[in-house]
């Protein structure tokens, strides 16, 4: 069967740009509402340089006898497509000079991005004259009116290379028919839709190449719909579990020893064991368990305590809030204690370690082992746990603005609480001084006179003196760990600290010992000379132990008085200090003990 002669009549060039143009992922909805004609003989007297008219009525009419590549024709329609896409026609008065002006300057702004096909050489203008096509069309009108003289307004830049003939002509509304019902069509709508669905497309390509589905990934088990009912209906942990990866492979359960679940946050993965054999309800429970242990930031708030204890702690609070937000079914075995609703993680840790025999018979969802699985813990919150702080705050919010139900006042105190800024250590160790050392009450005597007696001399005037027995007494020990492994500039950040609120609290003087290996003794030194005369001794390793030693039983250093070790943790897990005291960790720094009193984390 022969082709038709329309079928066998070759395209010109600029038909082809326009078939070219209707395949643009952002333009081609808008060019598929947009008929494209040649113009017909006599319809336009048009100069030599004259190339299209647009209609109102979605209709561009060009010149197909126009020496333009097929490149040039794509340029030429794409900033056609563009003035009817930015809705100018139905916005600016036309035909007028001024608004094909202000059209054709919004349309390159927008073309500049894009980059479709090739301008013509006289359309190429200046960046900051281009800029104005950023402004709303009215507002561009307004500012070549203001502007009268400018060489814009001579048009031979523009697509037509003057203004005698207009770009823009008024037509009538056309209406799209659907279902019998005819509707006027808005171009602008047909834009901004496009931007929206290629805005969608772009991010879930993003997220399909940052989220790209693990081998052996099982989208309908039901840890995988349990993980999607609680991101779909549960805000206050949807935003959270997007970020966490389900791993549901039997062989990686048993080499890491996980018999029901398991989390890492820094890996972002939840491990459910399939062999286990969980309901949906019963999975809702447990991915919900885990990610509540990333979004409370469990892993870095042990501080030093025994792992496994502080784990079950944790999950006796976290399983308390989940019955009885009733979300899903608790698998049989799991931590679960009336006697200990509405307890702190903290309070039952002490309680767990004073009966150890008691968790001999205790296990989290790992079993006999943490179900938090990251190998650095007390080091800090991490970038990653700084993120699931953030996101469950954030779902709290989302979760309260829409009203989905009541929450747990612990778990609700919780997530406040870890919402808010850490206190500087700057700040805890001022409060720390001012404990220790408030400013003393001055009394009057009449021993020294007043400076202001001979304004008087007939009447004693009394002077304002701070006790004798204060200024011996108002002193503390530093302990400075001067090993190889504290970083100088840290020291003098201490240092600078120490004088600085030292100075605030009338603290005149402080017994200073530097300790490697062995102490050395400083003596008394004046809190002004401390920052600046003062060499540092030792630089070997580190044992702090004899520092304190020498100065808890020197005879000339008050009995009462505190002592403050500088040090980056590494030192002897066993150190005995009977005196009040406190301990500045330089960044990064752990002890290796549980700390009875303060610790003053640098940051």
Sequence with gaps: MGKSRAALRKKRPFEEAFAQLRQHYLLGPVAKEVMVRARRPLEVERGSAWLCRIEADAQVVVDADASLSVAQWLAVLGIATLVLALGAPRRLAVPSPLADLAAQLAALHWWRSLKLGVLPERMELAPEILQWGRLPLVEIVARLKSEPEHELHDGRWTLNASLSEPLLVSGAVVRRYAGGAGRAMDLEQVFAQAMVDNAKRA???????????????????????????????????????????????????????????AIHVGAGEIYVNPARGLNLEQCKFVVAHEVLHAGLCHSSRRQGRDPFLWNVACDFVINDWLVTMQVGIAPDGLLFDEELRGWSADDIYLRLAADLRVC???????????????????????????????????????????GRGLLPAGLVEAIRTLAQPPIPWQASLAEWMRERFPLVERRRSYARPSRRQSTTPDTPRPRFVAPDDERVTRTFGVIVDTSGSMDRIELGKAIGAIVSYAQAQEVREVRLVYCDAQPYDEGFVAIEALASRVSVRGRGGTVLQPAVDLLQTRRDFPKDAPILLITDGFCEDDLRVARDHAFLLSSGGRLPFVARKPVFRMT
């Design 203 to 261: 991010l879930q390509a993003h997220n399909d190449a940052s989220h790209a589905p693990r081998e052996g990934a099982k989208p309908n088990s039901n840890a995988a719909r349990a993980k999607r009912w609680l991101i779909a209906h549960y805000p206050l942990l949807g935003g959270l579990l997007t970020q966490f990866e389900l791993v549901e492979d039997a062989h990686v359960c048993r080499r890491m020893d996980i018999a029901v679940a």
């Design 360 to 402: 001999r018979r205790l296990c989290t969802l790992r079993g006999d082992d943490v179900d938090v699985l990251d190998e650095r813990p007390d080091r800090g919150f991490t970038d990653r746990e700084e993120f699931c702080r953030r996101a469950l705050a954030q779902g709290l919010d989302w979760h309260v603005a829409e």
